[in-house]
């Protein structure tokens, strides 16, 4: 069985940036060894904060090249009451967008891989912790 990541809205722009460790997660996507995913949200969220600095035209590009590489879940009711649930509970702690990303990952039993040591801090499920 492969190993499932579950990626937060900031990789994919350190992907894009150049940077190793994000690299070598993809090249084992694309050797087979992994699955990589994000939430729709997640997603969106990568593609605001990528428009804010580089412009909209640049982020519909690179959101294609996700949408073409990874696998980009869709909400539903399931992973809705799941974020709404982690929310409540870490609502000083966790953006609804964070409670997204960590609802997919216990969904799919998969691993998170994020920039957010509050993430990590929460401890719900696996989170491998990226500097930048």
Not at 58 to 69: F, L, N, P
Request: glycine content about 4%; overall charge positive.
């Amino acid at each position: 069985m492969k190993k499932k990541l579950v990626f937060d809205a900031g990789i994919p722009a350190l992907y894009f940036a150049g940077n190793t460790i994000v690299k070598k997660y993809v090249d084992d996507m694309y050797r087979g060894l992994v699955e990589i995913y994000m939430c729709e949200v997640n997603l969106a969220e990568f593609i605001y904060n990528y428009a804010r600095v580089f412009g909209w035209e640049a982020a519909k590009v690179k959101q294609e090249i996700i949408r073409d590489s990874i696998k980009v879940l869709v909400v539903n009711k399931e992973l809705t009451i799941e974020a709404a649930k982690l929310k409540l509970k870490y609502y000083n702690l966790l953006s609804l967008a964070d409670c997204y990303l960590i609802a997919l990952a216990k969904k799919i039993r998969a691993r998170v891989v994020t920039t957010d040591h509050d993430i990590k801090a929460c401890k719900e499920v696996p989170v491998t912790l990226i500097s930048i």
